[in-house]
């Protein structure tokens, strides 16, 4: 999009590590990205490819066992970079960012409020936190949001429980309690894989349009490559705790390279295209990120892999055309060849 | 089209009540829960037909009651009205949900079901072997045991297991290789109908591409019939013959998958479809908003179930409920089935290709 | 030659590689191949402190089992001189020379006082309201070194109730008699009595848990498997029987036991008063998992194949919370091992000449007894050690109770 601006965040060679009784368990192995302002990222993978973990590591939420490594360097308000993994992840600065300048939408949002305090007074409780002291104008902000996500009859819902809400409701008040302070960046963890299409659509739609008021960036993360199409100007394709594939949404659908990107186009049914007798699909399942063998991690899934070459070291990120690139050794002869 | 799909089609436009490949006809089943002194209707009056070899999707949104009807259909519970009437292959048709003893005993196997959860859905305490063998050992109790055994091995072969790991338990496989399992577990009595109860929703992409494609290759060579119950569009649109979707209770339409997906006659199909996201980043479709939320199902509104929320309601939908009835080869109930001109799906590939490669050039 | 010797470098690595992924394979295959217990037994294993908690029950078990053997001196062993004696030193060297462990004879010995002396100090007591006790002395011989020597005869007795034996694995020659944790008021060894009250005090809560079990396993599955007013009526029975205060309710009970029966009666008839209480907890349990597993998508399975109901009970359900009652009780012991601690602590539970921990404690009733003779808490040690380690290991269970989770 805007390339001019300077990135929001630029996560660099990220790896989250977790020590177990059977050896270290490496789910995130050296993931990089940068997210500029009004910006869409979709970060896509099966499940254990290491997406959540990464969005925890920014967020500096991950368990204690994990381990984080690398930069995750954000530009704050008055253009000074922080790197979040230095600073104390129950510290004063980190606080200060958490909720106000990064905020986050989870999964389910019956579990992300408590049950024990009304919507609004959750909400509340951000305002007061990171913008006024005053009570009356906190409560003023809480209500301008719950209207601005679509939440009818604000004031009434303002002193309702969670249980009172339908599903669709409550990630609507999650996502009011996300944008309250106007995060610079939105971290979207799987936020519309519990609800239904029709209300799906309408949350999506709605981030997109409070995106454009706010102007802030998103990592959405997701392995719905459906809402992604919808939702992201760029994609990030991960398998196996590393970034296989990144470019534009439009490169990664029309023009997939890496054989796992391919093989994740082929196995969904495009909704309204041509019927195909068979699904492609990728043989095998994704190993456990324990004791990894060298080589590229897809090696043994691979229906393009070539002997002595990708079992031996991991390919980088060979970049094609303009934001392009593939960790592929096909497409570094490419490179080569340009 | 492909030809295969064109003879369905053509089938479908035979009088089909009474007819000889009808295996099951769902007729008017209701089912109805009641908790401290509620009561809820789940299914509210289903009916339509399946035939042999044909797969039908059921969707709708949570709470619609797929899942509720699905098990009724296989008798996991009991259903408050209505008949399951199944040709068995003797060509004697009983009504399933009211089988004498004997009767059970024989046509009981016949319907099977493919569960949701991979991980809840196999005894963690039993060896895969047994989980597979359990139908056996239960109906035929004097089955040799090398046979029982030759069984397990044949089936979890077609369904793709590696067989040397058979006396393991459920812990050591993944999903996928569960669900494999599930579905061995369900093949085994040789069934001729299997509902698929969201089989495939709590699996990874690729994983289930994987079990689509067994349980079509399965369905081809053993000539199996399935309901398939997902929430997922998509993967309906790609597995099933016919589409059912059903709204807060009710069949709303039922008609054949392109057709249905291409032209919907329903208001609610037509809402319903206008939200899938497509996993193209060039198709951007209109939703078409609804109004409101899905009402509670222990107190419907009057007249047709969804008037609140749709845009072409008219006075007369308030007051009366619309009866399926047969529109342009199709079931669908909307009192104004016919007059409306709903938009669908743009199945011509060729057209969109152009405009795509229009668009390039820009 | 050295790109020789690199090769065979370079091959010997290979080898050891291959054989590390061979064990760590063989190592996955048995996870695989694992049964259930087996997993749980792996993930205790895991549990440091149950691991710890285990050995000393072990330990404890084994003591009580070989409790005669390992007790110098049986129940009814009593010595009018060394009441209330202090444990006895246990010394090596006589006179410089070394001879191996001994003691020194200690006996408690009435101060000499003339009899103007004595009609003192009895009216002194007099006044103050006391009973006159004699003044007494601890005297200690250090003349004769008596040695502890290894399997000595003494008392007879049963070993596990079949063979007669009269061998103690410890003793001192002659008359004398060694106290490791001292003497109680009536001169008996409290080190024997810990060891043979153990046999009661540990054993109960099983006996007890048993019954409780059966009885919670029995109710609580026909208040979930039936559901309806028939739980209803369960429920409400184990809310009464729960809000029992439990202290007027085991003395009403052990008062209803006849005076006078033989010990072994009365310890079965103590039993059941526990146990009749405690099973309601075991009983909600059950239900519970009995509810939570009808609605598993397994039975469900097993019910469309055909599977009888009778058999999924036992195939699918039983064992499906087996684990979790097994945890149950085992958490469910230490409150056992208090009950009956307590009962007998009260003078309600086993009588002299029988003995346990509970009876035991009984001689650290009040302060000044506790002030002048603190070795009568050392029973208290055992109760605390067994009742922790219980719950150690029942917490350990806990966690290894699913182990697909």
């Not at chain 2, 399951?84 to 009767?103: E, H, I, M, S």
């Not at chain 3, 055992?382 to 989770?405: C, E, H, Q, S």
Request: charged share 25%; with cysteine; proline share 5%.
């Amino acid at each position: 999009m805007s390339e001019q601006q300077e990135p929001i965040i630029q996560v660099r060679d990220l790896h989250v590590s977790i020590k177990m009784d059977e050896g270290t368990l490496t789910p995130v192995r050296g993931v990089s990205f940068d997210i500029r302002p009004g910006e869409t990222l979709g970060l896509v993978g099966e499940s254990g490819c290491g997406k959540s973990l990464t969005s925890k590591a920014i967020m500096g939420i991950n368990e204690k066992k994990c381990h984080s490594d690398g930069e995750i360097l954000f530009r704050g308000d008055g253009g000074q970079v922080i790197d979040l993994l230095k600073l104390d992840p129950r510290g004063k600065p980190i606080r200060a960012i958490r909720g106000k300048q990064i905020s986050m939408i989870f999964q389910e949002p019956m579990v992300a409020f408590s049950p024990m305090y009304t919507i609004g007074n959750q909400i509340n409780e951000c305002t007061m936190l990171h913008i006024t002291r005053d009570k009356k104008e906190s409560k003023a902000i809480t209500l301008e949001m719950m209207k601005k996500v679509g939440i009818a009859n604000a004031e009434k819902r303002y002193d309702q429980y969670p249980h009172e809400f339908s599903g669709g409701m409550l990630q609507r008040a999650l996502i009011a309690m996300a944008l309250v302070c106007k995060p610079r960046l939105l971290i979207a963890d799987e936020p519309t894989t519990a609800l239904d299409v029709t209300i799906q659509a309408q949350i999506l739609e709605l981030m997109q349009q409070l995106q454009k008021e706010l102007g802030m960036a998103i990592l959405f993360i997701t392995h719905d490559l459906g809402t992604v199409a919808k939702m992201c100007d760029r994609v990030a394709v991960m398998y196996l705790g590393r970034i296989v594939e990144t470019g534009t949404a439009r490169e990664i659908y029309k023009y997939p390279r890496h054989p796992y990107t391919r093989g994740l186009m082929g196995s969904v049914h495009k909704i309204g295209s041509r019927k195909l007798d068979r699904l492609y699909s990728i043989e095998g399942t994704v190993p456990l990120a324990l004791n990894l063998k060298p080589g590229c991690g897809f090696y043994d899934r691979c229906d393009a892999r070539v002997e002595g070459t990708c079992d031996q070291a991991e390919p980088d990120l060979y970049c094609l055309e303009g934001t392009h690139c593939a960790a592929c050794v096909h497409c570094r002869k490419e490179e080569k060849a340009k | 089209m492909s030809g295969k799909e064109t003879a369905a089609a053509n089938e479908s436009k035979k009088p089909s009540p009474g007819e000889k490949d009808v295996i099951l006809r769902v007729s008017h089943i209701s089912k109805r829960f009641t908790s401290k002194g509620v009561c809820v209707r789940a299914v509210t009056d289903v009916s339509f037909d399946v035939k042999k070899g044909e797969t039908i999707g059921i969707v709708g949104e949570s709470g619609c009651g797929k899942t509720t009807l699905g098990r009724c259909v296989v008798r996991a519970i009991e259903a408050s009205e209505g008949d399951v009437l199944y040709t068995a292959r003797d060509g004697r048709t009983y009504d399933f949900l009211r089988l004498n003893k004997a009767d059970m005993k024989k046509v009981r196997k016949d319907i099977q079901m493919i569960f949701q959860d991979p991980y809840s859905s196999l005894d963690p305490r039993m060896t895969v072997i047994d989980i597979i063998a359990e139908p056996l050992r239960a109906n035929y109790p004097k089955m040799p045991k090398a046979e029982v055994e030759k069984k397990v091995i044949e089936i979890a072969k077609k369904v793709g297991l590696n067989t040397t790991y058979l006396k393991r338990y459920p812990h050591a496989f993944s999903g996928g290789q569960r669900q494999r399992i599930g579905t061995a577990r369900a093949l085994i009595l040789n069934p001729q109908v299997i509902v698929c109860d969201e089989a495939v929703s709590a699996l990874d992409v690729s994983i289930q591409a994987q079990i689509i494609n067994l349980l079509k290759d399965l369905q081809k060579e053993l000539e199996l019939t399935y309901i398939f119950i997902s929430h997922d569009l998509s993967v309906v649109e790609h597995i099933s013959d016919k589409v059912g979707v059903m709204y807060l209770g009710r069949l709303v339409e039922f008609g054949e998958t392109e057709q249905l997906f291409s032209r919907p006659r329903h208001p609610y199909t037509e809402a319903l479809l206008s939200a899938v996201p497509v996993a193209d980043p060039d198709i951007r479709i209109e939703r078409i908003p609804l109004q409101g939320e899905i009402p509670n199902p222990a107190n419907p509104p009057s007249g047709c179930y969804f008037h609140e929320r749709c845009r072409y309601c008219q006075e007369k939908c308030a007051r009366e409920v619309p009866q399926l009835q047969e529109v342009d080869g199709r079931m669908v109930a909307c009192h104004f089935a016919e007059e409306l001109r709903l938009r669908g799906f743009d199945y011509d590939q060729d057209a969109i290709d152009k405009k795509k490669t229009a668009a390039e050039k820009e | 030659m050295s790109e020789h010797e690199n090769q065979a470098v370079l091959d010997k690595k290979a080898l050891r590689a291959q054989k590390k992924a061979e064990k760590a394979r063989k190592k996955e295959e048995k996870y695989y191949l694992a049964s259930q217990w087996q997993l749980m037994a792996r993930k205790l294993g895991r549990h440091k402190l149950a691991r710890i908690s285990l050995v000393i029950l072990g330990f404890l078990y084994f003591v009580a089992l070989f409790g005669d053997f390992l007790a110098p001196y049986s129940l009814t062993d009593y010595d009018a001189n060394s009441k209330d004696l202090p444990p006895s030193a246990i010394h090596f060297s006589h006179d410089g020379k070394y001879v191996g462990p001994f003691i020194y004879r200690t006996e408690k010995q009435t101060v000499k006082m003339s009899v103007a002396e004595k009609s003192a100090a009895q009216r002194a007591a007099k006044e103050r309201g006391e009973q006159y006790v004699p003044p007494t002395n601890i005297v200690t011989d250090e003349t004769t070194p008596l040695r502890i020597r290894w399997f000595v005869h003494g008392a007879s007795y049963k070993i596990l109730g079949i063979f007669e034996s009269d061998l103690h694995l410890f003793g001192v020659e002659g008359s004398a008699k060694v106290f490791l944790f001292g003497a109680d008021s009536m001169g008996r060894d409290l080190f024997s009595r810990i060891i043979l009250g153990s046999q009661v005090s540990l054993t109960i809560p099983f006996a007890g848990t048993m019954i409780s079990f059966v009885l919670g396993l029995l109710i609580g599955s026909v208040s979930g498997y039936f559901g309806g007013w028939i739980d209803n009526v369960i429920q409400r029975i184990i809310e009464v029987l729960n809000s029992l205060p439990s202290l007027p309710l085991w003395m009403a009970l052990s008062a209803a036991i006849p005076a006078g029966i033989p010990p072994v009666q009365m310890y079965l008839l103590i039993t059941v008063i526990l146990s009749l209480i405690s099973w309601t907890g075991l009983a909600r349990v059950v239900r519970g998992k009995f509810m939570s597993l009808k609605n598993e998508d397994y039975v469900m399975a097993a019910k469309l194949a055909g599977v009888s109901d009778m058999k999924i009970i036992l195939k699918h359900m039983v064992p499906g919370f087996m684990s979790y009652l097994i945890v149950n009780l085992t958490l469910g012991i230490p409150s056992m091992i208090i009950g009956e601690t307590s009962m007998s602590f009260l003078g309600l539970g086993i009588q002299a000449p029988a003995t346990s921990w509970g009876v035991l404690l009984k001689e650290a009733q009040d302060v000044s007894s506790i002030a002048m003779h603190p070795w009568c808490l050392i029973p208290l040690f055992f109760v605390v050690l067994t009742v922790l380690a219980f719950n150690f290991l029942g917490d350990g269970m806990r966690d290894a109770a699913d182990p697909y989770k």
